[in-house]
């Protein structure tokens, strides 16, 4: 493997993910979720940025890196991909996966009125008016 790819890495292995789960993570969210990733880049072992078209042009683009990236909304913080990802499954098998879901959209869009956002969810939307309704 390229030595720069190595440097691409996390040596916490929970932080890496490779593109191509990045791009099918990316596509699954805005598919279930009106939520979508903006700009995601690369924070090398050395602190640098690698932004991701130059990532895509790596001879070794199968390798797992340490993918950063934001989700597009006003005051949106950089999240790591992989962790990001691993929270929305860990929420989806919780108890109170609405409950997750909006904290883990708090720490990504930190300025962002995320309650009144997860309201505006299609699916959202039509759970409220099936329950509201069934009332007589």
């Known amino acids: 493997m390229n030595s720069a790819a190595n440097d691409w890495a996390s ?3 929970t932080q890496n993910i490779t593109l191509a789960e990045a791009d099918q993570f ?6 279930a979720l009106p939520v979508q990733i903006a700009d995601r880049f ?7 940025i ?11 683009p ?4 340490n993918l950063w990236g934001t989700l597009a909304g006003v005051g949106a913080a950089p999240v790591n991909m992989a962790q990001i990802r691993a929270a929305i499954r ?11 879901l909006q904290n883990i959209l708090h720490h990504a869009l930190p300025t962002s009125d ?12 039509v759970a409220i008016g099936t329950a509201i309704s069934q009332i007589a």
């Open 114 to 125: 995320v309650a009144t956002m997860i309201l505006r969810f299609p699916a959202v939307a």
């Open 62 to 65: 199968a390798a797992p890196v």
């Open 26 to 31: 990316k596509n699954q969210l805005s598919a």
């Open 90 to 100: 860990s929420a989806a098998r919780s108890n109170n996966p609405a409950g997750e």
């Open 50 to 60: 690698i932004h991701e078209t130059e990532l895509r042009r790596n001879p070794f």
């Open 11 to 13: 040596s916490d292995s």
């Open 42 to 48: 690369v924070k090398t072992a050395g602190g640098e």
